[in-house]
C-alpha cells in the first residue's frame, strides 16, 4: 500500500459545496489541508448550448443521477425503496456543478422547531450565530439579489444587483399581487455583474459558473491547499484510543493512506453516512462515530411537488437570467394552524429559458409533450409559453428513513453502494397537496389557459440531509454545535448530514455558512486537536 508522506494538519474528503469552502478558510489560515475528491475537473466551457447535442447530454452523460449517468468518478446507490431518486455529481466543485443557483437562507425560526412547535428538535446554533457566515459566503459566490425582502432579517447590500425576473415572473407577480401573497426576486448565486474576476453566467454552458471549482477552489489552491482528484475514500483510520489518524483511499488503481491530525467529512448526506458505516473496527463495530445508532438515519429530503402553467403570451426564451428560481413566494413558509400539516413549504418560480428539449419533456414539471399527430401543435404552444412553480416542502426526520450499506452492490473498487429506504410522511404529503392547489391558484390569476401538476416529483433528491444530526445530546445525535462528532475529537463533518432540520429551502447557503463557522472554530478555540 502505497503511502503519502507526511501528516496533514487536515483532511477533507469532499470537495463540494463544503469542502471548497472550509478548506479555503484554512488555507487562508496557512493550516496545512489536504482535500480527497473522487471526482475530476470539469472544464469550465464543458457543454457549451450552442452545440446541437447540448439538450442530450442532460439526459446522458450530464444527467443528475448518478445511477443513471455512469461515470467511472460515480458509485451505484440502490434506490428501488425510495420515490425520490438522489441526485448529484462527483466532481470538483460537486453537485454545484449541476446547479440551479438558488441561493435563499433559512428562517430564525427552522433552528427552533421543537420549542416553536414541539416536533423533532432544536439545533444547537441559531440563525444570529449564522448570520455572519451567511453574509461572508455571499461575497465569496458572488450572490445577485434585490434589498428588502420582508421575509428577512435585514440582509447587508447584495454583493451584485438583482437578476430579470424575465417575463414570466412579472406575469405570476402579478397574479401574486391579486392574490395578497408575498413574492420577491429570488437571492442567486449566478453574478449579473463580473465579479471577483468571473464573467457573469449567461447561460451559454449547461454546467454552472456559480459551483465552488470556480469561486472557492482557485483561491483555496492560492493559499497553499493541496486538491487530490479521483481519489475514492474507502474508509476512515483510527487508532487504539479511537481517534482518528486519516484516511485510506483509492487512486491510479492503488490504495493509499493519508494521515492527518484532523479528518473532515464533506460527502453529503448520503456519502457521508455510506464512509462513516463502512469505517468499522473493534472499537466501533457499528460504524464510526455510530454510539447513538443515528448514523444514516433521519435522512431528509425536499419533497418537490410542480405546476406547469401554459400562457398565450409570449413569455420569451431570454438568456443571463437565473438558472433556477427567477422568484419565490414564502406566504406559506411558517406553520398556519388552520392548516393540517406542521412548518410549511417555498414556492418557486421557475422560467424555462430557451431549451427546447426541456419543453418538450416538461422539465422538472415532468410534463411531457405527448408523442402522436398533435405533438408539434403541443409543442408550439408550450415553448416559450410556458411557467412552472415548484413546491419546496419541508421534510421533518424521521428514523426509518435511512442510508444504509447494499449488501450486495459495490463501486468499482468493491467499496458497499448505500441503500436508501424513504417514505413520504403524512404530513409532507398534506403539504405538497396544499402547495400544488395554491400554485394552481396563481396560474388561474394570471390567466393561464392549461395547468399541469404533480404532488411528488421522483426528480428532486438534490437535498440530501440529516443523516449525522448535529446536537448537544450524544445520546440523540451524532455531531455537536461545531461539527464535531461526540464519539471522536478530531472528527468534524461539513455537509447537509449535520442539517437537525431541514427547512424547506434549498440547503446550499446554510451548509457552506456552517463549514465556514466550522473552520473559524478550528482556527480558533477548537485549534488545540490540530496542535
Known sequence: MAKNEGIADVVVVGAG???????????????????????????????????????????????????????????????????IAPLM???????????????PRFHPSDFRVKTLEGVAEDWPVTYEELEPYYDENDRMMGVSGLMGDPAYPEKPERPCPPLSIRKSGELLAKALDKLGWHWWASDTAVSSVSYDGRDPDMGGFLRSFASADLNYWPAALKGGARLEIHARVREILVDESGNATGVLYYQDGELKEQKAKVVVL???????????????????????????????????????????GVFDEWLGTEDGGPRGS???????????????????????????????????????????????????????????????????????????????????????????????????????????????????????????????????????????????????????????????????SNLFIIDGSIFTTSACVNPTPTIQALALRTADYLKGEGGQVIQ
Not at 89 to 103: E, T
Not at 269 to 290: D, E, K, M, V, W
Open 89 to 103: 455529481y462527483n466532481a470538483v466543485g460537486g453537485s454545484l456543478i449541476h446547479w440551479g443557483a438558488h441561493f
Open 326 to 488: 427567477t422568484m419565490l413566494s414564502q406566504e406559506f413558509y411558517e406553520t398556519n394552524p388552520d392548516h393540517d400539516f406542521i412548518r410549511g413549504y417555498e414556492l418557486q418560480i421557475l422560467s424555462y429559458g430557451n431549451a427546447p428539449l426541456a419543453a418538450a419533456l416538461g422539465g422538472l414539471m415532468g410534463q411531457k409533450v405527448a408523442w402522436g399527430e398533435d405533438h408539434h401543435d403541443e409543442f408550439k404552444q408550450r415553448f416559450g409559453h410556458s411557467v412552472g412553480i415548484a413546491i419546496m416542502s419541508e421534510d421533518l426526520p424521521e428514523e426509518h428513513n435511512m442510508v444504509t450499506l447494499d449488501s450486495e452492490m459495490t463501486d468499482s473498487d468493491g467499496i458497499p453502494a448505500p441503500k436508501i429506504n424513504y417514505t413520504v410522511s403524512e404530513n409532507t404529503a398534506k403539504m405538497l397537496e396544499h402547495g400544488v392547489a395554491r400554485a394552481t391558484e396563481i396560474m388561474e390569476a394570471a390567466g393561464a389557459t392549461k395547468v399541469f401538476s404533480s404532488t411528488l416529483r421522483r426528480n428532486a433528491g438534490w437535498h440530501l440531509l440529516g443523516t449525522a444530526r448535529m446536537g448537544e445530546d450524544p445520546e440523540t445525535s451524532v455531531v455537536d454545535r461545531w461539527g464535531r462528532t461526540h464519539d471522536v
Open 266 to 308: 464533506a460527502c453529503n448526506g448520503i456519502g457521508t453516512a455510506r464512509l462513516l458505516l463502512n469505517s468499522t473496527s473493534a472499537i466501533f463495530p457499528n460504524g464510526l462515530a455510530n454510539s447513538s445508532g443515528l448514523v444514516g438515519k433521519c435522512l431528509m429530503h425536499h419533497p418537490v411537488g410542480s405546476v406547469l
Open 17 to 83: 459545496a463544503s469542502g471548497a469552502a472550509f478548506t479555503w478558510s484554512l488555507a487562508q489560515a496557512g493550516i496545512n489541508v489536504v482535500c480527497l475528491e473522487q471526482g475530476g475537473w470539469v472544464a469550465e466551457d464543458a457543454f457549451p448550448t450552442s452545440d446541437a447535442d447540448a439538450q442530450i447530454h442532460l439526459q446522458t452523460d450530464f444527467h443528475p443521477d448518478p445511477g443513471f449517468r455512469g461515470l467511472p468518478a460515480d458509485y451505484p446507490v440502490n434506490e428501488t425503496e425510495t420515490p
